[in-house]
């Protein structure tokens, strides 16, 4: 018998939403989901996606875009701009063709609408398979 199969690192995840029930909501169904999926942190506006980001270092950042002091897209900037890249997956109730191209112009790869939880399992996942490193900033599957 051969060694044991090494052990993948789970995709660390930071959680950015202004309501703390979409954050606890989100957390755990990401950490019900998938062993493969971290929720390392979370933030409640810009400022504290910011800090988390740079201190966390996650790989994936699930990020609201209406927050208390300001929106995703500009914090979105912010964080491609970090040495650190993190995939960014934007999750919001105010999707729309405009809101795409902006968050892909961004760095964005992907905007989900809320409250779709399944298509967000379905991209991260993908991120999963694909093995890439997620700082590409590839399109996902699907």
């Given at each position: 018998?051969?060694?044991?199969?090494?052990?993948?690192?789970p995709?660390?995840?930071?959680?950015?939403?202004?309501?703390?029930i979409?954050?606890?909501?989100?957390?755990?169904?990401?950490r019900?989901?998938?062993r493969?999926?971290?929720?390392?942190?979370?933030?409640?506006?810009c400022?504290?996606?910011?800090?988390?980001?740079?201190?966390?270092k996650?790989?994936?950042?699930i990020?609201?875009?209406?927050?208390?002091?300001?929106?995703?897209?500009a914090?979105?900037?912010?964080?491609?701009?970090?040495?650190?890249?993190?995939?960014?997956?934007?999750?919001?109730?105010?999707n729309?063709?405009?809101?795409e191209?902006?968050?892909?112009?961004?760095g964005?790869?992907?905007?989900?609408?809320?409250?779709?939880?399944?298509?967000?399992?379905?991209?991260?996942?993908?991120?999963?398979?694909?093995?890439?490193?997620?700082?590409?900033?590839?399109?996902?599957?699907?």
């Open positions: 018998m051969g060694p044991a199969p090494a052990k993948s690192s995709i660390r995840i930071l959680v950015v939403d202004d309501s703390e979409v954050r606890k909501h989100l957390g755990d169904f990401l019900s989901a998938d493969s999926f971290a929720v390392c942190g979370e933030a409640a506006d400022r504290g996606a910011l800090m988390k980001a740079k201190e966390l996650p790989d994936v950042v990020l609201d875009f209406a927050l208390p002091d300001g929106d995703g897209i914090v979105a900037r912010e964080i491609c701009a970090l040495p650190h890249k993190a995939a960014i997956l934007m999750y919001t109730m105010y729309s063709p405009r809101l191209l902006e968050a892909a112009q961004a964005i790869l992907r905007v989900v609408s809320k409250p779709a939880t399944s298509d967000l399992i379905v991209l991260l996942r993908g991120l999963v398979q694909a093995k890439a490193p997620l700082s590409s900033q590839a399109p996902l599957p699907g």
